[in-house]
């Protein structure tokens, strides 16, 4: 059972950064995407990004668009989303997610494996 956690999370001031990790673990390496989604309270959970593990698809939702960076999982198995320039509405639970067949990076469906998510709060 592949196992994920997420990391790198805190409270940041507008116009910070931070860097979120995310590291599976019971991992076989092999996978199709993985993908970083937001939920606020009140809100449904939201895709920000996604990354093929080819690196031939990547996406970004337009909040985001030009300060967030994803990368895909690296050889010590972890995957990051550089966050910049962060507003207080990025403020939210943040997880990652893998999929491990091939479908669509965009749905929340198709991800198969879950993080237990990092708070992220953006506030002066």
């Known amino acids: 059972q592949v196992q994920l956690v997420e990391s790198g999370g805190g409270f940041v001031q507008p116009g910070g950064s931070l860097k979120l990790s995310c590291t599976a673990s019971?991992?076989?390496?092999?996978?199709?995407?993985i993908g970083w989604f937001r939920q606020a309270p009140g809100k449904e959970r939201e895709l920000v990004s996604s990354?093929?593990?080819?690196?031939?698809?990547?996406y970004y939702a337009d909040p985001v668009k030009g300060r967030f960076t994803i990368s895909k999982l690296n050889a010590e198995n972890t995957a990051y989303l550089q966050m910049n320039s962060l507003k207080p509405e990025d403020t939210a639970v943040y997880y990652c997610?893998?999929?491990?067949?091939?479908?669509?990076?965009?749905?929340?469906?198709?991800?198969?494996?879950w993080g237990q998510g990092t708070q992220v709060t953006v506030s002066s």
């Open positions: 997610a893998i999929q491990t067949w091939p479908a669509g990076l965009l749905s929340v469906d198709n991800y198969n494996y």
């Open positions: 019971e991992f076989s390496g092999n996978y199709y995407a």
């Open positions: 990354i093929s593990s080819t690196e031939l698809s990547t």
